[in-house]
């Protein structure tokens, strides 16, 4: 039997949704420090003395940092404390993420203060994804950039959306979700009209955010019917599978997620048209390792 939708609410037509979206806060840019890193990291003079005098500009950055290299080298006899040493261990592919990671994490958290939620393990769920669809992107020997980790991390910004701009219905969903009975796509449309997926792909358009975001918002459940950028597409349902099966962070949807529902969803024949077992075997092998190490890294992170 379904769970009741609670009678003080009724699902929301077309129009009442695109108005309360329309009063959704746009994206802040990234601000020019985070700029001036990303633009450092990725030439090739790599000092790591530079990128350690633009990060302790900002103490939040600092922070999150150091945190995150003492987390995931545990092992280490004295807790780093300097910057350019942190830079040394994790490395620059790291530290990029990580500058990522920071602004959006910070400007988003802005949205989410309507509604009681898990939130901090909302975003290691997001975090893990991006990290995990970097490295399925790069298995399917395409040509791995930022661009597939950021579209990892922002795939469920229509829970965020969703949160500020229907904070009645968002905590009716979850109150349901919680129960794990009923998978959460299915909720959403029930009890407000528009799920997360559709709800964010919408967001991003009124603000006019690449075709890659919008195309993998919408279609992280079903890839096969992205339009274009099929394979990051592909990898970042296949990453959220695996996080909710790893039960890494809170992804808002309770419903158990079993190994084969990540080794058989469609996203694989995406990325991996007509494969034989071998190719498979190695492919999970490689993101078996990762999800060993992502725990220590995603506690540091957030």
């Not at 990671?101 to 975003?123: H, M, N």
């Not at 229907?166 to 794990?180: K, Y």
């Not at 009975?181 to 029930?190: A, G, Y």
């Not at 890839?223 to 790893?246: C, F, M, N, T, Y």
Request: glycine letters at 8%; hydrophobic letters at 40%; aromatic letters at 6%.
């Amino acid at each position: 039997m379904q769970n009741l939708v609670s009678t003080n609410l009724s699902r929301l037509g077309v129009r009442e949704i695109e108005s309360r979206l329309s009063r959704c806060p746009s994206l802040p840019s990234l601000s020019s420090i985070n700029k001036s890193l990303l633009d450092l990291v990725l030439n090739e003079q790599r000092y790591s003395a530079q990128i350690g005098e633009i990060i302790g500009r900002d103490p939040s950055l600092t922070s999150r940092l150091l945190r995150l290299v003492n987390s995931v080298y545990y092992g280490l006899t004295t807790p780093v404390t300097s910057i350019e040493d942190a830079v040394f261990y994790l490395g620059i592919r790291q530290i990029r993420q990580l500058t990522l990671v920071t602004p959006v994490i910070e400007d988003f958290q802005k949205l989410t203060v309507q509604c009681a939620f898990p939130w901090r393990e909302f975003w290691q769920h997001c975090i893990g994804t991006g990290i995990l669809t970097h490295e399925i992107v790069g298995l399917a020997h395409a040509t791995p950039d930022e661009s597939d980790y950021i579209a990892g991390l922002v795939h469920d910004v229509g829970k965020i959306v969703m949160a500020w701009g229907f904070p009645d219905h968002f905590t009716e969903i979850h109150r349901i979700a919680v129960l794990g009975t009923e998978d959460l796509v299915e909720i959403e449309n029930r009890v407000l009209g528009i799920d997360h997926a559709e709800l964010g792909a919408l967001y991003l358009e009124r603000h006019r955010l690449s075709d890659l975001l919008i195309q993998t918002v919408r279609h992280h459940h079903t890839p096969e019917r992205a339009r274009s950028h099929g394979q990051i597409v592909a990898s970042v349902q296949i990453a959220d599978l695996l996080i909710r099966h790893e039960k890494m962070g809170c992804s808002g949807n309770y419903c158990e997620v079993t190994s084969e529902n990540c080794f058989g969803a469609s996203g694989w024949q995406v990325l991996f048209p007509g494969a034989r077992e071998t190719e498979m075997s190695i492919a999970r092998a490689s993101l078996s390792r990762t999800l060993g190490l992502m725990p220590r890294m995603l506690e540091g992170l957030v």
